[in-house]
């Protein structure tokens, strides 16, 4: 078994840390087995293509290499799983891009309004080349991570305590967004009042009313029980959300030649596990929804669109988006 021992990864403070947070934990801190922070549930397509690689990489490793999963945020959300991930106490992270932009601003280019036009559009510029996976690569391995691969997570919409049709319907509303720049953006440009939000505060918010509306994937939106909550979501599919699955890249420096071998092979596997399953997903998610009941419309997108275009200037304007440009551009004439 790969033993990886934060005592050689962290300082002192945050060992002081991983022991207050209890037995399971301060066992873990000692190295007893790899870690994977998880915001999501058990089974969300995201949760389970990252347990099919952590199976996976135990089968190819010979049992060596073992991943211990903390799904449905046990770990925190996913900007403090990125934080822990960056410092060693954490292996693993399957986190979307949006809040993964806080530490990698370059990310955005994920959630720029309807830069994906279908599954196999995203498909095709996520796999067809390894241009994405190269240029991340670099870019991550800048901030202390290794990118494993990106997992399609589903597309997004908006859902909350009234009807969308148009968008006459969300003028002046709270939405609560990712915590990314360009999601911000996107929701101002619209005409809403973007509320950046973790994603373990959705629920209260939703419940509270502090915020009127959530943007999110439909397949979390049922798989997080939201529909107990708020009765309305409305298919405008402003994103198909990408999650990076990162590692720590003092933990991936630990692994010798055939264990960084195993932990590649193991995703290569998991991604086709993944690309079916989000098809497979897509194909009755909205009547599981719609048997909860809840009403789900489909405002015409020619409007969001036209609306929210503005949004990819104010990303070049930043210095990341200026460099970042030129994977908008590569996923923009991918056909």
């Known amino acids: 078994m790969i033993r990886l021992k934060l005592s050689h990864l962290l300082p002192a403070g945050l060992l002081v ?22 915001v999501n549930p058990p089974k969300h397509g995201t949760s389970q293509a990252a347990q099919q690689f952590i199976d996976k990489l135990a089968e190819l490793s010979g049992g060596k290499i073992k991943v211990v999963h903390h799904h449905s945020g046990a770990l925190g959300g996913e900007r403090e799983v990125v934080q822990q991930i960056q410092l060693g106490a954490v ?14 601003p370059e990310m955005s280019v994920f959630q720029l309004p309807y830069i994906f036009r279908d599954y196999q559009h995203l498909f095709k510029a996520l796999d067809g080349s390894d241009t ?3 240029y991340y690569s670099a870019v991550l391995d800048k901030k202390g991570l290794k990118l494993i691969g990106f997992i399609a997570a589903g597309y997004r919409g908006i859902y909350g305590h ?9 003028k002046g509303k709270k939405v609560r967004v990712q915590e990314d720049k360009i999601l911000v953006a996107t929701f101002k440009a619209l005409g809403m009042i973007s509320t950046p939000i973790a994603f373990p505060e959705v629920a209260t918010a939703l419940q509270t009313k502090v915020i009127d509306f959530a943007e999110g994937g439909v397949n979390t939106f049922y798989h997080n029980k939201f529909y107990d909550i708020v009765k309305y979501v409305a298919d405008v599919r402003h ?11 003092s933990a991936w420096s630990k692994l010798d030649p055939a264990g960084q071998k195993a932990v590649m092979d193991a995703w290569a ?10 098809l497979d997903e897509d194909k009755d998610i909205q009547d599981q929804v719609k048997a909860k009941g809840v009403t789900i ?11 929210t275009q503005s949004v990819y200037d104010e990303f070049y304007a930043t210095p990341a988006g200026k460099d970042a440009k030129k994977m908008v551009d590569y996923i923009q004439s991918v056909k």
């Open 239 to 249: 994103t198909h959300q990408a999650v990076a699955l990162i590692m720590s890249k």
């Open 297 to 307: 419309t489909k405002p015409d997108p020619a409007p969001f669109l036209q609306a």
């Open 162 to 170: 009234n009807a969308i049709n148009g968008l006459a319907d969300i």
């Open 269 to 278: 596997q998991a991604r086709i596990f993944n690309r079916q399953f989000i």
């Open 91 to 104: 292996d693993f992270g399957p986190v979307t891009t949006a809040p993964l932009s806080t530490a990698v």
């Open 17 to 38: 840390l991983a022991a207050a947070l209890g037995p399971e934990r301060a066992a873990q801190a000692q190295g007893k087995d790899l870690t994977m922070g998880n």
């Open 132 to 134: 994405l996976t190269s």
